[in-house]
């Protein structure tokens, strides 16, 4: 269906989501730039500067939606195949799984990490949504691979690795690297793109969109965008500041960024540490281990000479107006450093490139999460793609393609999400 009307298409939001909505939009048939304008409006001064740039960059076939995954993840190998994506930002598959580690008091001495003191926790470590019950039950049990040589192989037990292929392939991209080339590809497309531009308002009647108010926060004046035909709000963690009725919010997370070499794995670890070690960072405030129990950070081998490690999620402090003001609390970062470095003498030496935290979009229902919503509103002309948690990268190309699609074909063509339709949550 070829769309001959104006389009004055405004997508707010810079990270993974609006970039691949802006992307595919310039690459629908439909598309003619003398009709159709895509303005995507970013309110921090540069492109993903939220989770899509802070993310781990995993891509699985068994990460959820599944109404969603499958599409998304051949999009993205059929992208770095059309846009030399290996080089450009670092796809490629990787093997994936998950092991124990048991940390003995005697290892702890040869790793000169104990610290005096009474040093039992009373917080238990909570895991980030990554792996949902249906993938853990995907994990086929085997040996540690020869290449996995990374990690302490003396206490790890238990190696079960993703490895049923059709059903549990996983591959990875820098997210960062991904979603400004994606940027770069709408623009060449003909997409514009404005960053510190924070959308204020979205002016509409019962029955449509009208304009888009925002602040230029280089000038500090208000800006509008007039004769608006669609509003595609993809803001991750803020779409519930400019929809509310969306119910999305933002979950920090902490991550860490090693200069490391090393062998493509993404693993789930699960340690069990001395209950009298305490992080030597800690030990120096007086203070004791934050976790009582296991811990289980995720460690992530990454193309350009990185590997990346997230912790666990936390809400002491609230989602501030901009993802450019994102706080991360040092500690709770030296706290990721400090249980990596038990199990990786490898990472344990390695140079730390950055201490960082970013915001999980989820939708919440009901105290309970939710899918992301993906489509139309009860507003003609106001849209909504957000709510993706740890699969924004994931998720990404399959989001924009489906998107594209219904501002164009007026239907979703490549994937059915009709169980992601945010009027169902009456949005």
Not at 62 to 68: I, R
Not at 147 to 152: A, E, I, R
Not at 157 to 171: K, L, V
């Amino acid at each position: 269906m070829m769309d001959n009307s104006k389009r004055n298409i405004v997508i707010v939001g810079g990270g993974i989501i609006g970039c691949t909505t802006s992307y595919y939009l310039t690459r629908h048939p439909s598309f003619n730039p003398a009709l159709h304008t895509v303005t995507v409006l970013e309110a921090a001064p540069g492109i993903a500067p939220g989770a899509s740039g802070k993310a781990g960059g995993l891509l699985a076939l068994w990460a959820y939606p599944s109404s969603l995954v499958p599409l998304s993840y051949r999009l993205h190998a059929e992208l770095a195949a059309e846009h030399n994506g290996v080089e450009r930002w670092g796809y490629r598959k990787l093997g994936c799984g998950s092991f124990e580690a048991v940390v003995s008091r005697q290892k702890m001495k040869a790793l000169k990490a104990t610290a005096a003191g009474d040093a039992n926790g009373d917080k238990a470590w909570e895991k980030l949504p990554k792996q949902n019950s249906n993938a853990k039950d995907l994990l086929e049990p085997g040996s540690l691979p020869l290449d996995l040589d990374w990690v302490d192989r003396d206490i790890i037990d238990n190696w079960s690795e993703m490895g049923m292929p059709g059903s549990t392939e996983t591959a990875q991209v820098h997210p960062f690297h991904f979603t400004t080339a994606i940027a770069d590809l709408a623009k060449q497309g003909g997409a514009s793109i404005h960053t510190n531009a924070k959308v204020t308002a979205i002016k509409s009647s019962k029955t449509s969109v009208q304009r888009v108010e925002y602040l230029d926060r280089e000038t500090g004046e208000a800006r509008t965008i007039e004769d608006v035909t669609d509003v595609v709000v993809a803001a991750g963690p803020w779409t519930g500041r400019i929809l509310p009725r969306s119910k999305i919010e933002g979950l920090r997370a902490h991550s860490i960024v090693y200069e490391a070499e090393i062998s493509p794995y993404a693993v789930f670890t699960d340690i069990s540490l001395p209950s009298d070690f305490v992080p030597e960072h800690r030990a120096k405030m007086g203070q004791k281990r934050r976790h009582k129990g296991r811990v289980d950070p995720e460690i992530y081998a990454r193309p350009f000479g990185e590997a990346y490690a997230c912790g666990e999620p936390d809400t002491l402090i609230p989602l501030p107006d901009t993802a450019d003001a994102v706080e991360y609390d040092e500690a709770q970062c030296d706290d990721l450093v400090s249980y990596i470095s038990t199990i990786s003498p490898v990472l344990a030496s390695a140079p730390i490139k950055a201490k960082q935290a970013c915001y999980l979009p989820r939708h919440m229902r009901f105290g309970q999460e939710s899918g992301p919503l993906i489509g139309r509103t009860s507003v003609d002309g106001i849209w909504v793609a957000a709510g993706h948690t740890c699969w924004g990268i994931q998720n990404g190309p399959g989001t924009g393609k489906l998107m594209a699609e219904y501002l164009f074909d007026g239907e979703a063509k490549s994937a059915n999400i009709d169980n992601l339709d945010p009027r169902k949550f009456k949005v």
